[in-house]
């Protein structure tokens, strides 16, 4: 799993795990849909958007915490999924990350 807006990568079943848990932690009650799915063979591409409220300490890069903003998002991503052999062989994540810091009041 690549966070391409994050710059981070996670290899193994315990890693990807570990990133959708830290999503977990930052917004408890999110929920997403995905509105469109496009299928060509050994790829797949689907649009979902997401709502939740941010109760969570958000980790940075530089190691820094920022604290609960309280505040809600909607957000829309794109996730591209490629197949080999019938299992997963990469998953990117394409989040508009700039769209979110500004509904959580962190950026202009």
Known sequence: MEDIAV??????SDEVLAYAKNWKTIFPDMVGTCENRHDAGDVLVEECSWTGTNTGNIATPDGNTIPPTGKSVNLRNVLIWEYQDGKVKSVKNYLDMMTMMSQLGLAG
């Open 7 to 12: 710059g981070s990568k996670s290899v193994g």
